[in-house]
Each structure stands twice: as structure tokens, then as C-alpha cells.
DNA sequence: CTGCAAACTTGCAGTGACTGCAAAAAAGTC
DNA sequence: GACTTTTTTGCAGTCACTGCAAGTTTGCAG
């Protein structure tokens, strides 16, 4: 019965996963994070505590929606562009497809993650913690793509300036409700690309950048 | 008792910060930073746990050596450098400067850290996290000098870029011995500061790039 | 539809980080 | 040496998280 390529099993992990990962992100964003617990979690889920691990290895990573595919996918993406796409502009690419499919498939959940981003604002670097696994992944799909040892800096420094560039937008996406936030990272993104050595130009009360 | 600017009580609270500093990289590094409970740490420095958590927030916290004061010193030092160092050299030369304070003084234990980050490297992403006030004081300071609206991108790219390059770095430097931290940390920051839409040049088998 | 195996869920007991509170012990002051 | 202010400590309690050993559900073959 797998010809869908989804099982009853499948379909019902999926289901119990989401329901967790939107039972934590609303109780979270409803009252404070810390004033909810676990067992409230799995209860509004209709699941048992144990459970809660099974699927989220911490109450951070059920915020934050922690997709153990999401690496392998942006890696995969990146090695996938065309010969002459720089490594900056491949990873740039990835990150953006990412963010855009994300808010496609939950921007509602988003949209509740930024009031909790807005009240505790570590937790989002806290989330970005334990993705060093996925990191590696895209750094090393970076280092090959730049002809770069793995050893090097560079590619390292990209993927870490990627996850601070979404720290940052969301940052100022939650702050500012007119911006879209793929736009801002966009922009993060290419703060980033341009040199930091370079001071962007900032028009005093002209909104016309 | 006062006039040497520190009271026995002064004089004391800083050898037991110091001992528990010192208690928990060092067993930490010995045997596992999850091998190590609070409990041992207390009483290896000899004292009791409660007093454990009255310096440190976290075991996180005592094992990075969270200083309150870096923050403030950081700020400082980027608003002191004279005007027309621009804004990106000014936090470049601050974060070299704390560094090699900090190895001046304690590297003896950066040489420990090593170690223990080398078996959990999101440790040091961890220990980051709980910086936000810290950074919002740097970024801050950036902004001023930069001449942008604390709400910009830049100011807060640039203080997560260099915690980046501080991270990336301490990771490169645990994996080859040869190098100077220092020196490493100053590489990425240029990288960040000629953008990452350049490739850096690589020489494959010849170190005189 | 039955019986078996694999996958999933659950409860339970336990560890360990961390907190608030109130009392003991120093340290500084006069 | 009494008095005030800090610092240390013990204690009781909460909560995240884990391993283990059932129990339950699903998939599949006969």
C-alpha cells in the first residue's frame, strides 16, 4: 500500500510531527515559552510525553520545526545549478528556495514564531545550534562547488554568514510587518556578498534604497 | 580597605569565578562535557552548587568563561578608535584586541576549550547564543559609528559576522595546530570584509598564499 | 482473516540542570 | 564588639530529557 509512496504509517507520523511541531509554536507563542512545559505540548497534541522525544530531540527543536530533510535538500540544490553559477550565487539560491517553500507550506506557523523570536530572541540562535550536522553538509556542497578544500575557511564562513543572515532578517521581520521576509534575507544575503568593508548607503528618511 | 580598587570580598569573588571557570574546562576536557555533572564542578572548585549558579547561569556559561564585562569593554574600544577608521576595522581591531587579551591571559585554557569544543562543536554555538545583550551593545556601537538606525541589517550582520569568524576559527585552529588564533580569526574577518561573493584565491599544495 | 514481525507509542523510574527561599557565615563599617 | 550588607549554603521543588520494557498498531504473507 505504498504505491502513493506514503503508508497509513507515514501519513500518521507526518501528522503526529506536525501536530506537535504547531502545538508547541502556539501554546509558545500564546503564553511564553517557558511558561509552557512539555506535557501541556503532548497533551494538546493528544500524545504522551515520550512521545514528544521520539519525534523532537528538545522542546527547541519542536519550536523551531527542526526538518531533518532540509539540509540534504538545500545541499543537493546547490550542487544542482549550472557550471557557471558562483558558489555565492548557488548557495544565495538555496537559501532563498528554502525560505520561500517554508513559508508556502507554514507561514502561519512563521507568523507565530516571530512573536516568540520577538520575546526571547536566543532562541532562534539557540534552534540554529544543533543544525551543525546540516551545516557541514552544505559547507562541504560549498567547498566542492568553489574547488575549495573542506579544511578552508570559506565555506565554513558562507553557511555560518546564511544562518546569521535569517537570524537577522527575522529580526527585522518581526519588528517591521511591511517586509517580506524573503526580501530582507535577500538583502542580508547580499550585505554579505558585497563586503562588510562596505558601508551600505542609507537614505535619512527616503525610503527609496 | 578599598583604595588598591579591591576589597578582600572583590578579591575572593573572583578566585572562586575563576576556580569554577577553570574546574569545569578542565574536567570537561578530561573526560566529556556531558561526563561532568554541576556537582563535580562544585566541588572541585569547593564550594556548593547553589554558589555554582550563583556565578554562572548555565554550565554552558562557566565552561565559554562568559565574561559581563566583554561586552561594554568590546562597545568602547569601537567608539574610542579615531574618526576615520571605518566602521568594519574598528570592530575588527576590538575583536582582535579582546582575543588577544583574553589568550594573554588565559591560554592555558583556550588550549582546554580546544579540546572539548573538538568533541561538541555546537557547544561553542550554544554558549554564543546567550550573548544577545552583549551583541545588541556592539551593534549598537556600529551603528553609531556607521552613522545608521540601530533598526539597519549592517551593524547587526557585521557583530553575527564576527562571532561567525570566531566560531569558524576556534574550529580551524583545533584542527591544525600550527596556527595562531588570533591570526585565523583576522583571515575570516577579511574574507567577510571583501565579500563572499568573491572565492578566495587557493593554491593546491602551496602554503604561500 | 490469521498469525507474525517490524514499527510506533506509552509508562515508569531515574538523572541532572536550574530556581526561589530563608537561614548561616563572612566581610565591611563604626 | 554590635550592626549592616554580601555571599554562601542547604533544601525542596520543577522540568527537560533518557533508557528500558511492556503494550499497541500497522504491514504483510500465507
Chains 1, 2 share one sequence.
Not at 34 to 55: L, Q
Not at 66 to 85: H, S, T
Not at 91 to 109: F, G, H, K, P, W
Request: glycine share 6%.
Amino acid at each position: 500500500m505504498n504505491q502513493s509512496g506514503e503508508s497509513l504509517r507515514d501519513r500518521k507520523k507526518r501528522q503526529t510531527r506536525t501536530a506537535l511541531e504547531r502545538a508547541t509554536v502556539r501554546l509558545a507563542a500564546e503564553r511564553g515559552y517557558d511558561n509552557v512545559t512539555v506535557e501541556e505540548i503532548a497533551a494538546e497534541a493528544d500524545v504522551s510525553v515520550r512521545t514528544f522525544f521520539n519525534y523532537f530531540a528538545s522542546k527547541d527543536e519542536a519550536l523551531i520545526g527542526a526538518d531533518p530533510e532540509a539540509g540534504p535538500r538545500m545541499a543537493e540544490r546547490i550542487l544542482a545549478f549550472p557550471g557557471d553559477v558562483t558558489p555565492f550565487d548557488a548557495y544565495r539560491r538555496s537559501v532563498l528556495a528554502e525560505i520561500t517553500d517554508e513559508l508556502n507550506n507554514a507561514r502561519d506557523l512563521w507568523l507565530l514564531r516571530k512573536d516568540v523570536v520577538m520575546q526571547r530572541p536566543d532562541l532562534l540562535v539557540r534552534a540554529f545550534a544543533n543544525s551543525a550536522e546540516s551545516e557541514q553538509l552544505l559547507a562541504s556542497a560549498v567547498a566542492a562547488r568553489a574547488g575549495l578544500p573542506e579544511s578552508h575557511l570559506y565555506p565554513r564562513l558562507l553557511v555560518s554568514a546564511g544562518s546569521a543572515a535569517f537570524r537577522c532578517a527575522v529580526t527585522r521581520w518581526a519588528a517591521d510587518d511591511s517586509l517580506a521576509l524573503g526580501d530582507v534575507v535577500g538583502e542580508a544575503l547580499d550585505l554579505f556578498g558585497a563586503g562588510l568593508a562596505h558601508v551600505p548607503p542609507y537614505h535619512h528618511e527616503g525610503g527609496t534604497s
